[in-house]
């Protein structure tokens, strides 16, 4: 059993009811794999943003038949969608800075807020080594925006201990890592990477590194109780 498990169960007994926002990457299909095989009673939600690539979508479908639990799904507001469209065009985001936020904010931020509404803590699948903007990441952080805990256990985390717990494990994991993709988001907001690139390089390439997010994760404070139990539960080896 995982050693991610410990620090799981940790979280729900103490904030209870938990979500996992899982944006159905490999990091997330780690947290999945966990929940699942440990039967903890951790909502497993997607935002599905109605760009996402088919391969994405046919893994949610995977998760249902591989683990028996039922993925929430959370879409954009229809009207708010439409409206974008027909007053900026569908692609507008490759424009600016600024249309490409709102945009992300009707099929991501907003969604988000509906689906964490009753929850006392959401995880996530962030790592340190994603990006700068993620480099000081911590374990815990209290969340204002939505006020509540936020986790992020694999924040410690390389790529490679990530593809080694899936490799270990047995994890389902998106098709499109077999391509070329590193990170996956929308589908026109996200390409392969060649070796020589980072590994966010794929998202929203047209953009400036530091500018690489879409709203969902800010982190406004570490939580008051962050250097508990969280941090002695920081994995040595994460094979299953």
Request: charged share 25%.
């Amino acid at each position: 059993m995982s050693v991610i498990v410990p620090l799981l169960e940790d979280i729900v007994a103490q904030f209870s009811p938990v979500a996992l926002a899982s944006s159905l990457s490999a990091e997330d299909m780690v947290l999945t794999d966990a929940i699942a095989r440990a039967e903890l009673p951790i909502q497993v939600f997607v935002l599905d943003t109605g760009r996402l690539h088919a391969d994405t979508l046919e893994l949610m479908q995977t998760i249902r038949r591989h683990y028996g639990i039922e993925v929430k799904v959370y879409a954009p507001d229809p009207d708010a969608a439409a409206q974008y469209v027909t007053r900026h065009g569908r692609d507008a985001f490759y424009e600016s800075l600024e249309l490409r936020r709102r945009c992300c904010e009707i099929r991501k931020v907003e969604p988000l807020k509906r689906a964490l509404a009753g929850k006392r803590a959401w995880i996530t699948g962030q790592r340190r080594e994603h990006a700068p903007t993620r480099a000081r990441l911590p374990l815990r952080e209290y969340d204002a925006a939505h006020q509540l805990e936020k986790f992020n256990p694999l924040a410690e985390w390389t790529e490679a201990q990530v593809w080694d717990y899936i490799g270990v494990n047995g994890v389902p994991y998106n098709r499109l890592y077999d391509q070329g993709y590193r990170s996956i988001g929308c589908a026109p907001c996200t390409r392969p990477v060649l070796p020589q690139e980072e590994l966010r390089a794929g998202r929203w390439w047209w953009e400036q590194a530091e500018h690489k997010e879409c709203g969902l994760h800010q982190i406004r404070g570490q939580s008051p109780n962050s250097e508990n139990k969280i941090r002695a539960l920081t994995p040595a080896s994460h094979a299953g």
